[in-house]
């Protein structure tokens, strides 16, 4: 007969320390145990069991008649040098059986080592997913979207429910803030459509039409679209930042616990002030896009300030600078919606949080590109 013993020392004062023996008898490797196996005795002796069973040589049978206390981190370690769970469900004791119910399903699943997929089979179920993901998006969409217009109802009938500072705060930071760089980046966006105007239009000898073609694509297109567009890369993200930590930091299960309603403190203000700010900044991109159009004509054409002036205002209708305006109210809301439902999507690691960030600027941006490509088919089978 053929016996390695084990032991380790223990953890706690008062805990036996667990021990072990191998066993050849008649029929197979017998593992003999004794002494407390919990996780203050045992210690590293289910490293030492491992390593005293060579490849294919498990235990059949377990002797228990030595053995003190267990626990679940015993019997899991139990499971483990025998392989499955047959000699604890074996047993006579009622503790051991008990556990093998307990610790037998987690071990037995690690066990289970699924086929490797085919590179097509990984190739449709990633497609797959990405399906699900999209459709689950456009769900929450819809679900914020009606939150979001049930408590923009209740604003409507009490309007003591807004809260002013926050709301006066957000259209500082996301909007007054912002002029100077949408100011900057329509102007170098006039300054290009002047160049490429002036490059082409002078070969046809008709340079002279570079002050309307500045005017229609700043007032009717890149005035809204850009100031749209920063205020998604400046506001959405930081909708989404704060709105997603203070989920993090579990600010708004406290907020809900003190009675207060998320969308009425954190989302509604937020709205409103992109209903209200980005308007504005499309006007001011529009000025700039001009500006930056003016300077380029002046420059390179010739054309001064008060004719480039003059014909602007005789030859562009008035109807592209409303048609501009009045696509800025849309691009909010979807910036808006997108920032905070985003955030309010977040759930409480620093991944979940930067995928919030990510996904909120770029459904945002997407939004305005679609909105736009909408409001042009509808302005054009209206012949405005």
Same mark, same amino acid.
């Given at each position: 007969?053929?016996?390695?013993?084990?032991?380790?020392?223990?953890?706690?004062?008062?805990?036996?320390?667990?021990?072990?023996?191998?066993?050849?008898?008649?029929?197979?490797?017998?593992?003999?145990?004794?002494?407390? %196996?919990?996780?203050?005795?045992?210690?590293?002796?289910?490293?030492?069991?491992?390593?005293?069973?060579?490849?294919?040589?498990?235990?059949?049978?377990?002797?228990?008649?030595?053995?003190?206390?267990?626990?679940?981190?015993?019997?899991?370690?139990?499971?483990?040098?025998?392989?499955?769970?047959?000699?604890?469900?074996?047993?006579?004791?009622?503790?051991?059986?008990?556990?093998?119910?307990?610790?037998?399903?987690?071990?037995?699943?690690?066990?289970?080592?699924?086929?490797? @997929?085919?590179?097509?089979?990984?190739?449709?179920?990633?497609?797959?997913?990405?399906?699900?993901?999209?459709?689950?998006?456009?769900?929450?969409?819809?679900?914020?979207?009606?939150?979001?217009?049930?408590?923009?109802?209740?604003?409507?009938?009490?309007?003591?429910?807004?809260?002013?500072?926050?709301?006066?705060?957000?259209?500082?930071?996301?909007?007054?803030?912002?002029?100077?760089?949408?100011?900057?980046?329509?102007?170098?966006?006039?300054?290009?459509? @002047?160049?490429?105007?002036?490059?082409?239009?002078?070969?046809?000898?008709?340079?002279?039409?570079?002050?309307?073609?500045?005017?229609? @694509?700043?007032?009717?297109?890149?005035?809204?679209?850009?100031?749209?567009?920063?205020?998604?890369?400046?506001?959405?993200?930081?909708?989404?930042?704060?709105?997603?930590?203070?989920?993090?930091?579990?600010?708004?299960?406290?907020?809900?616990?003190?009675?207060?309603?998320?969308?009425?403190?954190?989302?509604?203000?937020?709205?409103?002030? @992109?209903?209200?700010?980005?308007?504005?900044?499309?006007?001011?991109?529009?000025?700039?896009?001009?500006?930056?159009?003016?300077?380029?004509?002046?420059?390179?054409?010739?054309?001064?300030?008060?004719?480039?002036?003059?014909?602007?205002?005789?030859?562009?209708?008035?109807?592209?600078? %409303?048609?501009?305006?009045?696509?800025?109210?849309?691009?909010?809301?979807?910036?808006?919606?997108?920032?905070?439902?985003?955030?309010?999507?977040?759930?409480?690691?620093?991944?979940?949080?930067?995928?919030?960030?990510?996904?909120?600027?770029?459904?945002?941006?997407?939004?305005?590109?679609?909105?736009?490509?909408?409001?042009?088919?509808?302005?054009?089978?209206?012949?405005?």
């Amino acid at each position: 007969m053929m016996s390695v013993p084990g032991h380790s020392p223990p953890f706690e004062v008062g805990v036996e320390s667990a021990r072990y023996e191998l066993r050849q008898s008649g029929e197979g490797l017998c593992l003999a145990i004794g002494g407390d %196996w919990t996780a203050f005795g045992l210690g590293n002796l289910p490293t030492e069991i491992m390593r005293s069973l060579t490849e294919g040589s498990r235990p059949k049978a377990l002797d228990v008649q030595s053995l003190g206390h267990v626990d679940s981190a015993g019997a899991l370690a139990l499971v483990e040098a025998l392989g499955s769970t047959a000699p604890l469900e074996a047993s006579d004791r009622q503790d051991l059986r008990r556990l093998a119910d307990l610790v037998g399903a987690p071990s037995e699943a690690r066990q289970v080592t699924e086929p490797a @997929a085919s590179a097509i089979t990984t190739f449709f179920a990633r497609i797959g997913r990405q399906v699900e993901s999209f459709i689950g998006q456009i769900w929450a969409l819809m679900d914020f979207q009606g939150r979001l217009v049930v408590a923009l109802g209740r604003h409507l009938r009490n309007p003591k429910r807004l809260r002013l500072t926050p709301l006066f705060s957000v259209m500082e930071q996301a909007g007054i803030n912002a002029i100077p760089i949408v100011m900057m980046m329509c102007f170098f966006i006039g300054a290009i459509v @002047a160049l490429v105007g002036a490059n082409l239009l002078s070969t046809f000898g008709v340079s002279a039409f570079t002050v309307e073609l500045v005017g229609v @694509a700043i007032l009717r297109e890149f005035g809204a679209v850009i100031a749209a567009i920063l205020f998604a890369g400046r506001s959405a993200s930081a909708f989404a930042a704060e709105i997603g930590a203070m989920r993090m930091n579990q600010e708004v299960d406290a907020m809900k616990v003190m009675g207060v309603d998320e969308f009425d403190a954190l989302v509604v203000p937020r709205v409103l002030a @992109a209903l209200l700010m980005v308007p504005i900044l499309t006007f001011c991109g529009d000025i700039g896009g001009i500006l930056g159009g003016l300077l380029v004509s002046w420059a390179t054409m010739d054309i001064s300030p008060v004719f480039f002036l003059e014909r602007t205002v005789d030859t562009v209708s008035l109807t592209h600078f %409303w048609i501009g305006l009045v696509k800025a109210p849309f691009f909010a809301l979807v910036i808006a919606a997108a920032g905070c439902g985003k955030g309010l999507a977040v759930s409480g690691d620093t991944e979940s949080l930067g995928r919030g960030v990510t996904s909120a600027v770029v459904q945002s941006i997407f939004l305005i590109i679609m909105f736009d490509a909408i409001f042009a088919v509808i302005f054009m089978e209206l012949d405005l």
